[in-house]
C-alpha cells in the first residue's frame, strides 16, 4: 500500500515534470481514438444512407457495377427490360415493384458551364423519381420533375452552388445534353456525404441515361407483410430464373460498406500508421522524463532502499507513475480524439463532404484501445528507468550523488549499435542491387528498421561527435555562451541522444518522402520528354469517358494535325501456354504510336495497330511465353471472341503505360457493338506545326461547355504531376506533423527538466555575473544544437533510405534521383527554428528564477 | 551597543574610500503581519578596504541575508547599500548582474564550480562572461598563489573538495573585484583542506591587497580575520579586531549564556 501511496504522492509532487509526457501520451491517443471515431462515424453515415436508399430487394442486371465503381466505360449502365418488373410484381410475396433508372455516367453544369457535380470523390447520380427514394429524401420546395425539360436536384448541391427554382442544368451524358430547368428541390433526411442527386422522370431518364426506353437499371421490390427479405429474395430467385441479380436491404447496405469501408480503411490504417510513428517518437520523450525522474531523486530512492525497501518495491512504485501518466493523458487523449474527430468532420465538410455530429459514433472499443495503448507505451518507455532505479544502491543515500555528469555512454551498446547499423546499411546496399522490386523492397524494409534501431542506439556517442562538429560551427561565435551550451548538450550524451533521436525519426521520414517524391517528378519529367510526341492530352478529371459530343466538338477544333482516341477495353486473354486472364486492352488509333514512342523488344509496333493484331509487354510475354507471330485468343467483355496475332512485344522499362496491350480500336470495332464498345477514356492531339498556341486555345474552347475535359499541354500535364505528388506528399508531412510536434515537445521536455535539474549552477552562474539575455541564449543554443543534431541525423538517414528506395523503385520505371536539396536544406535550416521554439519557455523560467533561491535548493 | 560604523570615511588609499562597501539602516523583512519576520533590522556597516572581516552569529541571526544583501544578490526592504559610491539598493536586474559580473566575487559552501567546465575555464568564467581578456600576468600570479597550476586542466569531479574551493577561491580573485563575499567557504571541508582555503584568503588580502567579506560560525575560520562582527537577531551587536580562536569562542559562549539569562 505504501508503494501505491509514495507513487501516487511522487506522480502528484512531480505533475508538472510530468506534463509534457502526458501531452505526448495524450496526442497520440487522441490521434488514435480521433481516427477510429471518424471512420466509424462515417460508417455510421453510409450504413444510413444505404439503409435508406436500398428497397427490401433490389433487381439489378448480372453485371451491373457496385455502388462506387467508376463509371462504366461506354457511358451507359447495365439495364434490365420493363417487363421484368411485371414478372417482379406477380412473385409471390411481393407487395410492390417499382422499376428505377439511375446513372453515375454524367456531368452536370449551370448555365455559365460551371460544373455542380460532387467534388471530393463522391459521385453524382442522375435517375428516376421512384417512391423508394420518398424513404430517404423529401421535395422541399417544388415538384417532381414531369416531362423531358423538368428536372429536381438534392438541397445540399442547390446550397453549395446557389441553385434556385427555375434555374437551368445541362445534364452531359452519352446521348447528348439534356438541358432541364428546376422544378423541385429534394432534401435527404439522412446525412448524404456529398453525392449530388438529380431526378427525371422515367422517361426522360431512360431515354438520356440508357438511350431507349422501356428499360430500367434496377427494380426495387417492396416486401408484403410478414414476408422477410431474405423469403422474398428466395421467392424472387425463383420467379426469375436466376437470371438477375437479387440483393436484400442487408447486402446492399453491406456491398456498399464494403466499397466504402475498403477506402475508409486505407485511410484509417495510414492515420493509425501515424499515430503509431508519433507513439514510437513520445517514447523517448517519455523515457528521458523517467530517467531524469529517477536521476533526480537518487538519494531519496537510496534512503528508501537503505530503510529497507526491495528493488522490486523501487521498480514497482517507479512502474506505477508511469501507470498514472498513462491513465490520465490516455482519459484526456481518448476526449481529445473525440474533438479531433469532430473538427476532422468541420473540416471535411469544408472541402465538401458533409458529415454530421449527429451520426457521431464512439464504441467502447475507442475508449478501451485509447486507453490500452497509452498506458502500455508508458509502461515499456518507462520500464528501462525503472529498472535502473531499482539498481540504485541504498549508499546513494549517503553519498553527496547531485547530478553526476553521465559521460559514459557504454561500449558495448556502440558496438551493438555499431553491428545494427552495418547491417542495416549492408540491406539497403542489398536493395539496391535487387534485380526484382519485391526482393528489394524486403531488404528495404529491414534496411530501414535496422539503421533506424541502430541509429537510436548509438545516438548517443554520435551525439557527442555531431554536438562538437555542430557547436564549431554554430556554437563558437556565441564565446562562453555557446561554450557552455556545448558542454550542456555534450553532459549527457544518452539524454541529448534520445531527444535528438526523436526528432531524427520524422525528419527521416520527411526526408525519405521528399526524395522519392522528387525522383518521382523527375523520372516522369524525363520520361515525358523522352516519349511523349503529342502536343496536347485530353482526359476527364472524375473518370468519366469522354462522351461523344465532346469528341465531335474536340475534333472540329482548328490547327491540330491529328487527334488520337485512346480506349481501355476488358477482355479476357487466352495465351498459348493455355492460361486464360482478365487484362485490360488498349484500343487507340494508330496516331498513337507516334503520340507515345515506345520501344520494342520484338516486332514492329505500327504491325500490332493491323486487323486482328496486338502487341504485348515484355513482361507478360516472358510470363506467358509469347513470341510475335503466337495468335492469343481474345474474349472481348459483352462482346465476341477473336483471335489476335501478337505483331509487337514492348519494354516494360516505362513508367507511362507500362503494360499495355496494344490494338487498333478497327480491330476492337470488329468484335464490339457499337453499343458495347467503351467511349474514350482519353484523347491526344498534335499541332499543326507552329500552331502550338492556337490549336491549345482552340481545343481548350472546344471543350468549354465541357468542365469535365481538361487539355493539357506537356507542360501543364507536367505541373499537374507535380503538383498531384506535392499534395500528396503535403498530406504525408502533415500527418508526420504530429510525430514532429511530439519530438519537439521532447525537446522542450528535455530543456525544462534540465533547467530544474541545473537549477544551483545556473543560481551560480547569475551569481557570478551571468545576465538573464546570456543565460537565455546558452539555453537556447543548447536547444538549437539538439534540434540539429536530431535534424542531420534524420535527414541523413532519410536521403538514404530514399536513394535505397529509388534504386528499387528504378525497376519500376523511376530511373532518376532527384534529392530535393531546397527541401533539405530548408528542414535543416526550420529545425534550428524549432530548436530555438522549444527553449522559449525553459528559457523563460530559467531567466526568472531568483538567484538566492536557485543557490539555496537542495 | 556598539556601531560597527567605526572606520573614517576617507583614508590614506589614494583618493578612493577607504570603506569598500557600507550599509546605512537596512532593514530586511519577510512576510507581514503576523507573520513578519525581520532578518535585518536597520543595520548599519561599514566594510573596510582591503581587510578581511568576518560576520558571526548563531543561525538565524540574519548574518547570510546581511551578506546576500550586500553582494546584490538579495533586494532590502528599506535602507541603502553602497558599493564603493555606488547605491546597489537602487540598481534594477540588469545592472546588478553586471556589478556583481565586474565587481564583486563569490566563494559558496558549495557547488562553486560548473562541472562541464575545466578548473582553468571555472576561473576565468566571469570575464568570459564579461568579454573581457584575463590579464595573464595577474591570472598566474593568482594560480600561483593558490596552488592549483599543475591541475587546470582538471574537470571539478575530478579535484578533492579543498582543490574545488581554491578553485573558487581563484575564480574570485583572478577578476580582481572590489570585494569578495565568502559564504561558509570552508563549512564543506575538513580542518586541514579548510585551513589551507583560509589560509589562501589571508594572503590574498595580506599580499594582493583584497577586500574579503566572509560568513561563517566556525571560531577557527573567524580567527583569520582582521575583524569580527557579531551578529543577532538581525542587528550588529559586537565587533572584535585582530581576533584570535579563543577570544572568539569566548565571546560566542558569551553569547549563548546571555542569549539564554535575559
Known amino acids: 500500500m505504501t508503494v501505491v501511496k509514495t507513487s501516487v504522492r511522487n506522480f502528484l509532487a512531480h ?80 407487395k410492390s415493384a417499382e422499376g428505377a433508372v439511375s446513372s453515375m455516367s454524367v456531368t452536370v453544369v449551370d448555365s455559365e458551364n460551371e460544373n455542380v457535380g460532387a467534388s471530393s470523390g463522391a459521385p453524382t447520380i442522375a435517375g428516376n423519381w421512384t417512391r423508394n427514394d420518398l424513404r430517404s429524401m423529401e421535395i422541399t420546395s417544388g415538384h417532381a420533375p414531369r416531362g423531358p425539360t423538368e428536372v429536381m436536384v438534392d438541397a445540399d448541391t442547390a446550397d453549395k452552388h446557389g441553385l434556385k427554382l427555375g434555374d437551368e442544368l445541362r445534364t452531359i451524358v452519352v446521348t447528348g445534353d439534356i438541358k432541364a430547368k428546376i422544378v423541385g428541390i429534394a ?25 431507349e426506353t422501356g428499360r430500367f437499371t434496377q427494380i426495387n421490390v417492396v416486401a408484403g407483410q410478414g414476408v422477410s427479405d431474405t423469403q422474398l429474395k428466395t421467392d424472387l430467385a425463383g420467379s426469375l430464373d436466376g437470371a438477375y441479380k437479387l440483393q436484400t436491404q442487408k447486402e446492399m447496405t453491406d456491398s456498399g460498406r464494403e466499397s466504402v469501408g475498403s477506402f475508409l480503411d486505407v485511410m484509417k490504417y495510414a492515420m493509425l500508421g501515424f499515430a503509431g510513428i508519433a507513439f514510437l517518437v513520445g517514447i523517448f520523450l517519455i523515457v528521458n522524463t523517467f530517467s531524469m525522474l529517477v536521476a533526480q531523486r537518487t538519494r531519496e530512492i537510496g534512503l528508501m532502499r537503505a530503510i529497507g525497501s526491495s528493488r522490486k518495491q523501487v521498480n514497482r512504485s517507479v512502474l506505477l507513475e508511469a501507470v498514472l501518466l498513462g491513465v490520465v493523458g490516455s482519459i484526456a487523449g481518448v476526449a481529445a480524439g473525440v474533438g479531433l474527430a469532430v473538427g476532422l468532420m468541420k473540416l471535411m465538410s469544408a472541402i465538401g463532404m458533409e458529415l454530421s455530429t449527429q451520426d457521431l459514433t464512439v464504441k467502447w472499443t475507442t475508449p478501451a484501445v485509447g486507453l490500452a495503448l497509452g498506458v502500455i507505451v508508458t509502461v515499456l518507455a518507462a520500464y528501462i528507468p525503472a529498472r535502473r532505479a531499482g539498481k540504485i544502491s541504498p549508499m546513494a543515500a549517503l553519498r553527496d550523488a547531485g547530478t553526476p555528469a553521465d559521460g559514459r555512454a557504454g561500449r558495448i551498446r556502440g558496438t551493438i549499435g555499431l553491428l545494427l547499423t552495418a547491417g542495416g546499411v549492408a540491406a539497403l546496399l542489398t536493395a539496391t542491387q535487387a534485380e526484382k522490386a519485391s526482393e528489394g523492397s524486403l531488404f528495404l524494409g529491414l534496411g530501414v528498421v535496422f539503421t533506424l534501431i541502430g541509429f537510436v542506439v548509438v545516438g548517443p556517442l554520435l551525439a557527442g561527435f555531431f554536438v562538437r562538429v555542430l557547436s564549431l560551427f554554430v556554437l563558437r561565435a556565441w564565446g562562453p555562451v555557446g561554450r557552455m551550451a556545448e558542454r550542456n548538450a555534450l553532459r549527457n550524451p544518452r539524454r541529448t541522444g534520445a531527444t535528438g533521436a526523436a526528432l531524427m525519426i520524422g525528419l527521416a521520414l520527411v526526408a525519405c518522402l521528399s526524395v522519392v517524391g522528387s525522383s518521382m517528378v523527375a523520372s516522369a519529367t524525363d520520361e515525358l520528354d523522352k516519349s511523349v510526341g503529342a502536343d496536347f492530352i485530353i482526359q476527364s478529371s472524375s473518370g468519366q469517358p469522354i462522351v461523344p459530343q465532346a469528341q465531335k466538338a474536340l475534333e472540329a477544333a482548328p490547327h491540330t494535325s491529328h487527334i488520337t482516341e485512346y480506349k481501355s477495353i476488358e477482355a479476357k486473354l487466352t495465351t498459348p501456354d493455355g492460361k486464360t486472364v482478365s487484362e485490360d486492352l488498349a484500343a487507340a488509333d494508330s496516331t498513337y504510336a507516334q503520340d507515345l514512342r515506345r520501344e520494342t523488344v520484338a516486332g514492329e509496333l505500327s504491325a500490332a495497330y493491323g486487323k486482328d493484331a496486338m502487341s504485348v509487354g515484355d513482361t507478360f510475354a516472358e510470363e506467358h511465353g509469347v513470341k510475335v507471330g503466337d495468335v492469343l485468343t481474345v474474349a472481348f467483355k459483352g462482346g465476341e471472341t477473336g483471335k489476335l496475332k501478337v505483331a509487337a512485344i514492348t519494354s516494360d522499362d516505362v513508367s507511362v503505360d507500362k503494360g499495355a496491350k496494344y490494338l487498333s480500336i478497327a480491330t476492337a470495332e470488329r468484335y464490339l457493338s457499337a453499343e458495347r464498345l467503351p467511349k474514350n477514356i482519353l484523347m491526344f492531339a498534335a499541332a499543326d506545326d507552329g500552331k502550338e498556341k492556337e490549336a491549345y486555345a482552340a481545343l481548350k474552347d472546344s471543350l468549354a461547355p465541357y468542365p469535365q475535359y481538361k487539355v493539357q499541354d506537356q507542360t501543364d500535364f507536367k505541373q499537374d504531376l507535380k503538383d498531384q505528388i506535392g499534395q500528396l506528399l503535403n498530406i504525408v508531412y502533415g500527418l508526420l506533423g504530429l510525430a514532429i510536434i511530439v519530438a519537439v515537445l521532447g525537446v522542450v521536455n528535455t530543456l525544462a527538466l534540465s533547467v530544474v535539474e541545473r537549477t544551483r549552477e545556473i543560481g551560480l552562474l547569475r551569481a557570478i555575473g551571468l545576465s538573464r539575455r546570456q543565460l537565455r541564449r546558452m539555453i537556447r543554443l543548447e536547444s538549437v544544437v539538439i534540434a540539429l543534431f536530431g535534424a542531420l541525423l534524420g535527414l541523413g538517414l532519410g536521403m538514404g533510405w530514399g536513394t535505397a528506395a529509388q534504386k528499387i523503385l528504378a525497376l519500376e520505371g523511376l530511373g532518376v534521383l532527384e534529392i530535393p536539396w531546397p527541401t533539405i536544406g530548408g528542414v535543416f535550416v526550420a529545425s534550428a527554428f524549432v530548436g530555438l521554439f522549444a527553449a522559449l519557455v525553459p528559457a523563460f523560467r530559467a531567466g526568472r528564477m531568483n538567484v538566492l533561491n536557485a543557490i539555496a535548493t537542495d | 551597543m556598539t556601531t560597527a560604523v567605526t572606520i573614517p570615511k576617507h583614508g590614506g588609499t589614494g583618493g578612493r574610500l577607504a570603506v569598500a562597501a557600507r550599509a546605512r539602516q537596512v532593514v530586511k523583512a519577510y512576510g507581514s503581519g503576523e507573520t513578519r519576520i525581520v532578518a535585518l533590522d536597520h543595520v548599519d556597516v561599514d566594510i573596510a578596504r582591503g581587510q578581511f572581516t568576518a560576520i558571526m552569529g548563531p543561525s538565524g541571526s540574519g548574518k547570510s541575508t546581511l551578506m546576500h544583501c550586500l553582494a546584490g544578490l538579495d533586494t532590502v526592504t528599506s535602507g541603502e547599500i553602497y558599493l564603493d559610491e555606488t547605491e546597489i539598493t537602487k540598481l534594477k536586474d540588469k545592472k546588478l548582474t553586471q556589478l556583481r559580473r565586474d565587481r564583486i566575487g563569490f566563494i559558496f559552501q558549495a557547488y562553486n564550480l560548473l562541472p562541464t567546465l575545466n578548473a582553468l575555464e571555472n576561473i576565468t568564467l566571469p570575464m568570459d562572461i564579461a568579454g573581457r581578456k584575463p590579464d595573464r600576468q595577474w591570472l598566474q600570479r593568482v594560480v600561483e598563489t593558490v596552488g592549483l597550476a599543475d591541475r587546470l586542466k582538471h574537470r571539478p569531479t575530478q579535484l578533492s573538495g579543498g582543490q574545488q574551493q581554491r578553485v573558487a577561491v581563484a575564480r574570485a580573485l583572478a577578476a580582481r573585484p572590489e570585494i569578495i563575499f565568502g559564504d561558509e567557504p570552508t563549512g564543506n571541508l575538513d580542518s586541514r583542506a579548510g585551513a589551507e582555503v583560509l589560509n589562501f584568503l589571508r594572503r590574498s588580502v595580506d599580499e594582493l591587497g583584497q577586500t574579503m567579506v566572509m560568513v561563517t560560525h566556525d571560531p577557527v575560520a573567524a580567527s583569520y580575520a582582521d575583524r569580527v562582527l557579531y551578529l543577532a537577531d538581525g542587528r550588529i551587536v559586537d565587533e572584535m579586531r585582530n581576533p584570535t580562536a579563543e577570544q572568539v569562542l569566548d565571546r560566542m559562549k558569551n553569547f549563548d549564556a546571555r542569549g539564554r539569562t535575559s
Open chain 1, 15 to 94: 505533475k508538472g515534470r510530468m506534463a509534457l509526457s502526458a501531452v505526448a501520451v495524450l496526442l497520440s491517443v487522441a490521434f488514435v481514438s480521433g481516427t477510429l471515431v471518424f471512420t466509424d462515424t462515417m460508417n455510421t453515415t453510409f450504413d444510413k444512407l444505404f439503409a435508406s436508399t436500398s428497397s427490401d430487394v433490389t433487381v439489378s442486371p448480372k453485371g451491373a457495377a457496385a455502388a462506387d465503381e467508376m463509371p462504366s466505360q461506354t457511358g451507359k449502365p447495365e439495364s434490365l427490360p420493363a417487363s421484368v418488373v411485371a414478372r417482379v410484381e406477380k412473385s409471390p410475396g411481393v
Open chain 1, 187 to 211: 432534401t435527404f433526411k439522412v446525412t448524404n456525404p456529398g453525392a449530388t442527386i438529380l431526378y427525371f422522370d422515367t422517361e426522360t431518364a431512360q431515354r438520356g441515361l440508357l438511350g
